[in-house]
Nanobody, 129 residues
Framework: QVQLVESGGGSVQAGDSLRLSCVAS????????MGWFRQAPGEEREFVAA????????YYADSVKGRFTILRENAKNTLYLEMRSLKPEDTAVYYC??????????????????????WGQGTQVTVSS
């Protein structure tokens, strides 16, 4: 079973930037769409961004559009989330996840957390005002 390991979280001030990374343990990474989700205390886990398995198609939650960028380097089995202009409401544990179906990039599936079946352990992002 592939494993996903996130890193790059931390505590920052509003307006700062962070880059999260997610490394997959094997080359199956390049066959699957990937997503970032986040969960704040007492809240449901919510969709943040997703990227097709080739990397040519991306989707974003309205709350992060224009501030966050999802990227992938298939040669390194690595997924990134570049976060700019961070706000206190971005505070959450951020998770990367792999879509359950290989070679699939339909928008409905990529934005639905229930369509992902491999998850990382999460990395905490805290933004103070």
């Amino acid at each position: 079973q592939v494993q996903l390991v996130e890193s790059g979280g931390g505590s920052v001030q509003a307006g700062d930037s962070l880059r999260l990374s997610c490394v997959a343990s094997d080359n199956s990474f390049r066959s699957y769409a990937m997503g970032w989700f986040r969960q704040a205390p007492g809240e449901e886990r919510e969709f943040v961004a997703a990227i097709s398995y080739i990397g040519g198609t991306t989707y974003y939650a309205d709350s992060v559009k224009g501030r966050f960028t999802i990227l992938r380097e298939n040669a390194k089995n690595t997924l990134y989330l570049e976060m700019r202009s961070l706000k206190p409401e971005d505070t959450a544990v951020y998770y990367c996840a792999r879509l359950a179906n290989a070679h699939y990039s339909g928008q409905y599936y990529l934005q639905n957390r229930h369509k992902y079946n491999v998850w990382g352990q999460g990395t905490q992002v805290t933004v103070s005002s």
